[in-house]
């Protein structure tokens, strides 16, 4: 993928100058080019998960197997700020540890998230945009 469809793909799952994105299940596997890629267009490193303070966007890696998916979903949507979003990234059919869309669409929404469709941004992994509901959570 070339850095300017890079950034473009980022930009739909909501990536943006100026954010302060965390990321969650951080592990040897995940794609650095990925993660470099979102911290390019952000300006900015990833939070890791023991970051405090509000994030604009949150980042999920997640593999079959992997603690329950509802709970972590539920501990992002903790950190973010209104307007936030989760970003899910499940490895893609055929690659160890792959989620099945089912299992995603599921867990979102006894989360409380609205899906927002898969973006390719990565060879291994695929991302899916999380959307809370509208409005001020309390």
């Known amino acids: 993928?070339?850095?300017?469809?890079?950034?473009?793909?980022?930009?739909?799952?909501?990536?943006?100058?100026?954010?302060?994105?965390?990321?969650?299940?951080?592990?040897?596997?995940?794609?650095?080019?990925?993660?470099?890629?979102?911290?390019?267009?952000?300006?900015?490193?990833?939070?890791?998960?023991?970051?405090?303070?509000?994030?604009?966007?949150?980042?999920?890696?997640?593999?079959?197997?992997?603690?329950?998916l509802v709970d972590l979903l539920v501990d992002a949507l903790t950190k973010l700020f209104d307007q936030g979003y989760v970003v899910l990234l499940t490895p893609k059919a055929g690659r160890p540890g792959h989620v099945q869309a089912s299992d995603v669409e599921e867990a979102a929404s006894t989360a409380g998230l609205t899906t927002g469709g898969q973006v390719n941004v990565a060879t291994e992994w695929a991302a899916t945009r999380l959307m809370p509901p509208k409005g001020p959570r309390r």
């Open 1 to 68: 993928m070339s850095a300017t469809a890079g950034a473009a793909s980022l930009s739909k799952l909501g990536f943006a100058p100026g954010q302060t994105v965390q990321e969650f299940g951080y592990d040897d596997d995940v794609d650095d080019d990925l993660r470099f890629g979102i911290e390019d267009v952000i300006g900015s490193e990833l939070e890791d998960e023991e970051f405090n303070d509000g994030a604009d966007g949150v980042i999920v890696w997640y593999r079959d197997g992997d603690e329950d």
